[in-house]
């Protein structure tokens, strides 16, 4: 049964993805005044799949320096690590009930960084190269003030369980609690996915498409299925945490759709950071504020303890 429920979450994370594409097709044309994709299929609706068809039926090529085994397993474990987080989906039924679901996320996403700089690393370009170290530096500097951020709410709620986020937000959202750090977390997730405006991994204006440039067909299919899948989780992860979660309520599935949408959304509006910008934010901005936060919650967590208890 753990292994039949497993493969249906990653079969309906994928459907998803290829229904977040076509989403962020549709929004982006309706944002620059045009429409998206509407040809195949009832308004478009069958696109996403016939764009993976055309990808993954393309001819494979590979670059004749490129160190050829890591060139082509890098995909397949960006992918991979991608749907592994869905593992700690925080279901009702107990199937993967993670009592330290938390910390498998941070190590997934840490791991992730490692595909991203084989990728780049063994194309043997060096634009390829110069993405993949811009992304290693972005990922690894937005995982300080994530996991921090993170902490702030495990101190809080003592767990780091999922299903304890749902339990605790049941008379109020932790939005209303701690709003900037909700921000922080939004513009976190931003960065740490490489979406605009922090895209510098795929810097299409000076980097010819950064980490990926050497990738064609398959390969690249499935560095974008891992990222719109990480997409797809840290918009679930933040409907966990900030909006309530009640799994069995269809209202969880429509934040979760909504703050999808806010990713796509920050991407039709709002221009590519300058790259010194990016990192004095993380590093003079978001450390600071989610350090401050920390040290705030441990102090209202042990007044409690000590007085009120």
């Known amino acids: 049964m753990n292994l039949l429920s497993s493969l249906l979450l990653i079969i309906c994370v994928l459907v998803g993805v290829a229904f977040l594409t076509l989403l962020e097709r549709k929004v982006l044309g309706y944002i620059q005044i045009r429409k998206g994709p509407n040809k195949v299929g009832f ?7 016939s764009d993976a068809i055309k990808l993954f039926t393309k001819e494979q090529t590979y670059p004749i320096m490129s160190n050829y085994m890591s060139y082509y397993i890098s995909p397949i474990m960006s992918l991979f690590l991608a749907l592994m ?8 039924t107990n199937l993967y009930s993670f009592n330290l679901g938390l910390l498998f996320f941070l190590c997934c996403t840490s791991m992730g960084v490692y595909t991203v700089m084989i990728a780049g690393w063994s194309s043997n370009s060096n634009y390829a190269l110069l993405g993949g170290l811009r992304a290693v530096a972005q990922t690894i500097s937005y995982e300080v003030s994530m996991a921090l951020l ?5 101190i809080l709620i003592g767990s780091y369980n999922l299903l304890d986020f749902y339990i605790y937000q049941q008379n109020i959202w932790f939005m209303f609690l701690s709003f900037p750090l909700m921000l922080a977390w939004l513009t976190s997730s931003l960065a740490e996915t490489n979406r605009t405006p922090f895209d510098f991994a795929e810097g299409e204006s000076e980097l010819v498409s950064g980490f990926n440039v050497e990738y064609s067909s398959g390969g690249f299919a499935l560095i974008f299925l891992a990222e719109y899948a990480s997409i797809l989780f840290m918009s679930m992860l933040f409907s966990v945490m900030f909006l309530g979660s009640n799994l069995f309520s269809i209202f969880f599935y429509l934040k979760l759709v909504f703050i999808g949408f806010v990713f796509i959304w920050v991407r039709g509006t709002l221009p590519r950071y300058r790259y010194d910008k990016l990192m004095y934010l993380a590093w003079k901005s978001y450390l600071p504020l989610s350090l401050n936060y920390l040290m705030f919650f441990i102090g209202v967590k042990l007044f409690l303890m000590f007085y009120v208890i």
């Open 85 to 92: 987080i869905w593992m700690i989906f925080p279901y009702g």
């Open 150 to 154: 993170m902490m702030s709410f495990v």
């Open 43 to 49: 308004c478009g609706i069958v696109q996403p799949f």
